[in-house]
């Protein structure tokens, strides 16, 4: 007779195989979704109606197998499939792809969700979100742009926005200073004319009416009796040069207690004088049997001075100017082989500064040649453009002696820059070296320097171990962040949100948070998009048998049909 197990089975083949057809629909449906990941249904039968656990075989029967009748079918669950999809190259910055088993970090409010959807955009605080407005997770960067690895972070990427710059730590020179020149001997004189005080000084000088270094610049006679200089006055020093250079203007304010002693200090510092080698040339003295002022600059021809009466101004407490109340004489030239080479530095806030260093030849002997340098800022605070000196030695290969690094400090208080700035001078580093061979002349130029003015982010670029490298106008090259990725134990084991976002699950392990290229999480593919890993030929083959299942289930509820209307016909 027929049998309604028969219809309920028919059914239960029914329900399995529409399923069926609803995930290939998806699977369909999702064919050009970027980073998708499509889905298999799997079957199992459902519980058997036993009739008979079957007998073990005896001596007089060879025994029997169950006896069981199946009840129909059941769905199993579904498999998602987690392999890579195709890469699609789009040019586009913002859109990353991944090659390998990571997947990209987002937090949507207080969740956090996993994607391999890479069409990432930059939002209105240029924070890399998704399509939906989910931030990208990722590393960021300390003060000097050193990936901080360990706690995740919204991933900002600031084109147009960030601003940097940075202070000059290194400076590189080149050139060859000439081994066969004179060495330094002099430095270029020049007088002023002899200084009387009045014969009220206090103190009085050593040998009046000759002034000394002790005597008030309010004691000095203008040469009628009356005294040169007032309380509240200053001079200006405007327009002297050094090795036909300008030197920067510098001023000198006056009062009852201001020396010629400060005004020789004042002249050393604004020259660029350096007294600190005992027996070197240079300084300003004052011979107390004449009054006379002498200017000595340091040895070499490089560090020639040109100092006129006129580059020395009287001012009264307005700034207007009275006089040029000292009178000069040139009085010998400087000697030395020697070179002056200026060159831009950046502080901390990319103010261009500028530096002269001048090498001068001090001896030499059977070991080879020894150069000394004087570095000079226009641009060092307090008025003192002497930044340092020191000597270089090279051998008698004409390569310089270790170490070939100086150090200089440039004061920079109360500009609002860190302070002080400093920086190693280099005469032999990355293929850039200076050498002391016999030449005709001398010539050295600085040939690199590491810091840099202000500039704007605006491109960048990210790696495939995920670093967003930024490139700025001023030409600098600064790591922004790093994208972080997750890994599963279990990536079948996540949950589908919709979106294109995943959850973990109860299955799919604790996601381990690392870099690209590290746990096996993959490589970080930038301007392409992975698609999505449907085979439409493997879909529309499950798609006929999916339709053959359901068409042969609903044949058996037709004939189970047709049966119990036979029997009933069996009534009549």
């Known amino acids: ?22 995930v290939i629909g998806n699977n369909i449906a999702n064919v050009n979704t970027e980073g998708f990941k499509s889905n298999r249904l799997t079957f199992a039968p459902t519980f058997s109606r036993t009739l008979g656990i079957g007998t073990a075989p005896t001596a007089q029967t060879g025994g029997s197998n169950p006896s069981q009748i199946g009840l129909g079918v059941s769905v199993a669950g579904t ?17 990353l792809a991944i090659e390998g088993q990571g997947m990209f970090i987002v937090e949507q409010g207080a969740d956090t969700y996993y994607t391999r959807a890479g069409s990432f955009q930059l939002n209105a605080q240029n924070e890399l979100v998704t399509s939906s407005g989910a931030r990208v997770q990722g590393f960021g960067v300390d003060s000097q742009f050193n ?100 030197l920067p203007d510098a001023t000198l304010a006056i009062d009852n207690t201001t020396t010629l002693a400060d005004y020789m200090a004042f002249l050393e510092q604004s020259l660029g004088i350096d007294t600190s080698v005992p027996g070197e040339p240079g300084g300003v003295t004052i011979d107390d049997t004449t009054g006379v002022i002498t200017i000595e600059g340091n040895m070499g021809t490089a560090n020639e001075l040109a100092v006129e009466s006129g580059d020395m101004s009287l001012l009264d407490s307005v700034g207007a100017t009275l006089s040029q109340p000292f009178t000069t004489t040139d009085a010998g030239d400087g000697a030395g082989e020697s070179v002056r080479t200026s060159f831009l530095v950046f502080d901390s806030l990319g103010t261009p500064l500028q530096v002269d260093l001048t090498m001068v030849l001090e001896s030499k002997d059977s070991t080879g040649t020894t150069w000394r340098y004087y570095a000079e800022s226009a641009d060092n605070v307090g008025g003192d453009v002497r930044l340092g000196t020191g000597t270089v030695s090279f051998g008698t290969d004409g390569q310089v002696v270790p170490p070939a690094d100086v150090s200089i400090t440039l004061d920079r208080s109360n500009t609002g820059a860190a302070t002080p700035l400093a920086m190693t001078l280099s005469f032999d580093s990355n293929g850039n070296s200076v050498t002391a061979f016999s030449d005709t002349s001398t010539n050295m130029a600085a040939v690199f320097q590491d810091g840099s ?44 949100k919709g979106g ?33 890993n449907v085979d439409l030929s493997a ?25 119990m209307q036979q029997l009933l016909l069996l009534g009549r």
């Open 147 to 246: 990936v901080q690895t360990g706690t995740l972070q919204d991933l900002t990427i600031p084109v147009g926005n960030l601003t940097i710059a940075e202070a000059t730590r290194n400076v590189s020179f080149s050139g060859n200073l000439n081994a066969a020149g004179d060495v330094g001997t002099a430095g270029s004189l020049t007088t002023l004319d002899p200084l009387l005080a009045l014969g009220t000084a206090v103190p009085p000088p050593a040998n009046p009416p000759f002034s000394d270094s002790t005597t008030r610049l309010v004691d000095i006679d203008d040469g009628s009796g009356n005294p040169m200089f007032v309380n509240g006055q200053s001079i200006l020093l405007s327009g002297a040069e050094k090795n036909g250079a300008r």
């Open 500 to 532: 294109n976002l995943f959850a973990t699950g109860p299955n799919s392990g604790s996601p381990v948070v690392a870099s690209p290229l590290t746990f096996g999480a993959g490589r970080v593919i930038s301007s392409a998009l992975e698609l999505s």
């Open 453 to 496: 003015p202000i500039g704007t982010l605006v491109d960048y670029n990210i790696a495939e171990d995920g670093v967003v490298v930024g490139a700025f106008s001023n030409g600098l090259i600064r790591d922004l962040g790093q994208l972080a990725l997750a890994t599963f134990s279990n990536p079948g084991g996540l949950v589908d």
């Open 79 to 95: 498999q998602r499939n987690m392999n890579n999809g195709s890469i699609s190259v789009t040019g586009v910055n913002t859109d």
């Open 539 to 563: 879909q529309f083959i499950n798609l006929i048998l999916a339709s053959t299942g359901y068409s042969a289930s609903t044949r058996i509820i037709t004939t189970a049909n047709d049966l």
């Open 1 to 22: 007779m027929a049998s309604t197990t028969a219809l309920l089975t028919g059914f239960s083949g029914i329900l399995a195989n529409s399923k069926m057809l609803d």
